[in-house]
């Protein structure tokens, strides 16, 4: 799906107790245009977002809803945050700003505590044009969704090791009443990733992965689906910490 990475001021609060918590927020940002960026100023993007959560030594979960602004997003296309197909990443076209509201809920459990863990997440996103544009009315919409399940074992060989394995369906777009992108639901998009933790010092971790994703879209609600083709991968992540 696509998620907001919305940057500049803001203000937000946060209930914590027992375990529990229960936060919102709104940020404003990235403007259509130069300038001094305010949070009340219609040339923004602007997200909000509220979420609850419960975290135990044995499971936990969290719940968010967030709702993003996009004023125009061929300028602002620099603040989504997408891990997905294409279209998920903008069902219209480039000129046409748009709203976008996504619900998201996430837990973990450890079946052997602290060492082996289960943890999943859903996410839909509901995008709404906000103007007309080319093959886009305004109010035409789109959803999204995306679901991954996680397996981990956190202490392998040592305690600053964890190894671990996802499958699940990448962001698609499941409907679109434009004449935008829209994603195969015949073949979705899946993904399936091994991954390993390494703790190598208080401040620094490393996370070497390689991941198998397929990929499979149409353009209108009524076009011919493209040929479904995969991509392999690897990275390595490093992580610095300064506290």
Request: avoid cysteine; charged fraction near 5%.
């Amino acid at each position: 799906g696509t998620y907001p990475l919305t940057l500049g001021p803001g203000a937000g609060i946060t209930y914590a107790k027992d375990g529990w918590a229960l936060g919102g927020g709104i940020i404003a940002g990235n403007p259509q245009t130069g300038g001094i960026t305010g949070i009340v100023d219609n040339n923004n993007g602007s997200t909000a977002v509220v979420q609850l959560s419960y975290s135990g030594a044995r499971g936990g979960f969290q719940a968010a809803w967030t709702n993003t602004a996009y004023p125009m997003p061929s300028n602002l296309g620099g603040y989504f945050f997408q891990e997905g197909s294409n279209a998920s990443f903008n069902p219209f076209n480039w000129s046409t700003p748009m709203n976008v509201n996504t619900a998201s809920v996430g837990g973990y459990y450890f079946i052997i505590p602290q060492k082996f863990s289960i943890s999943g997440g859903m996410n839909y996103g509901f995008y709404t044009a906000a103007a007309d544009g080319y093959l886009v009315k305004n109010g035409d919409t789109a959803v999204s969704n995306t679901w991954l399940i996680t397996l981990q074992y956190e202490k392998l060989f040592r305690d600053n090791i964890a190894i671990g394995t996802s499958f699940g369906q990448i962001g698609m777009i499941k409907s679109n009443t434009s004449g935008g992108a829209i994603d195969n639901t015949a073949t979705p998009p899946w993904i399936l990733m091994g991954f390993l933790n390494w703790q190598v010092a208080k401040y620094l971790s490393l996370s070497p992965y390689l991941y198998w994703s397929t990929s499979d879209t149409k353009v209108g609600s009524s076009g011919n689906p493209s040929a479904q083709t995969g991509t392999f991968g690897a990275a390595l992540m490093a992580t610095l910490a300064f506290y």
